[in-house]
């Protein structure tokens, strides 16, 4: 059975930095791109970065391109988020998505961490 | 960016009625192959999102056929024959034709 477990978050001053992890198991990890997606609280969803599963593809929102920094370790199953200049707006859920059916579906979800940009 | 609007943005349905969800990109989502890239998700209150349809249509593993994708290009619906309570919560629709994906705004969905 897949899962996705996050940790990571946790508050945060405006202009630190928090790095998100998030442990994959079930499923051959290096064969799959993943994604984070994050959501405001009482908002919707946002796309925030893409990886492929050999790391040779990288993809960020506009909102988060030169700050945050996707990367992932096959050998250990995991999927990292590394978190820079924060800001206020970039307070969110943050979840891990496997990307399937060619990396353009996310099919599976992890149950989210949340991550407080505040003074 | 593409961007994906949806209507209505709330809905409220007798169990065992149907529903319907409308979802629209400002450009087409149809590959040269006939791929559709819009992909149906289900947030379900206090849950993390779940893939519901894929490609327009397809339902992913363990959704139950009361679901259906349909349409093409720029205009696409997903239609619930019949609600249940467990159906409640807030629906996205996603584009996948452009890496920087976007979604719709969401359509919540409760029961009269």
């Known amino acids: 059975e897949v899962h996705l477990v996050e940790s990571g978050g946790g508050l945060v001053q405006p202009g630190g930095s928090l790095r998100l992890s998030c442990a994959a198991s079930g499923f051959m990890f290096s064969s799959f791109g993943m994604n984070w997606v994050r959501q405001a609280p009482g908002k919707g969803l946002e796309w925030v970065s893409y990886?492929?599963?050999?790391?040779?593809?990288?993809y960020y929102a506009d909102s988060v391109k030169g700050r945050f920094t996707i990367s992932r370790d096959n050998a250990k199953n995991s999927l990292y988020l590394q978190m820079n200049s924060l800001r206020d707006e970039d307070t969110a859920v943050y979840y891990c998505a496997r990307g399937n059916y060619g990396g353009l579906t996310f099919d599976y979800w992890g149950q989210g961490t949340l991550v407080t940009v505040s003074s | 960016d593409i961007v994906m609007t949806q209507s209505p943005l709330s809905l409220s349905v007798t169990p065992g009625e149907p529903a319907s969800i409308s979802c629209r990109s400002s450009?087409?989502?149809?590959?040269?192959?006939?791929?559709?890239?819009l992909d149906w998700y289900l947030q379900k209150p206090g849950q993390s999102p779940q893939l519901l349809i894929y490609s327009g249509s397809n339902r992913a593993s363990g959704v139950p056929d009361r679901f259906s994708g349909s349409g093409s290009g720029t205009d696409f619906t997903l239609r619930i024959s019949r609600v249940e309570a467990e159906d409640v919560g807030v629906y996205y629709c996603m584009q996948a034709l452009q890496i920087l994906f976007t979604f719709g705004p969401g359509t919540k969905l409760d029961l009269k």
């Open positions: 450009q087409s989502l149809l590959d040269s192959s006939g791929y559709n890239y």
């Open positions: 990886i492929s599963g050999s790391s040779s593809t990288i």
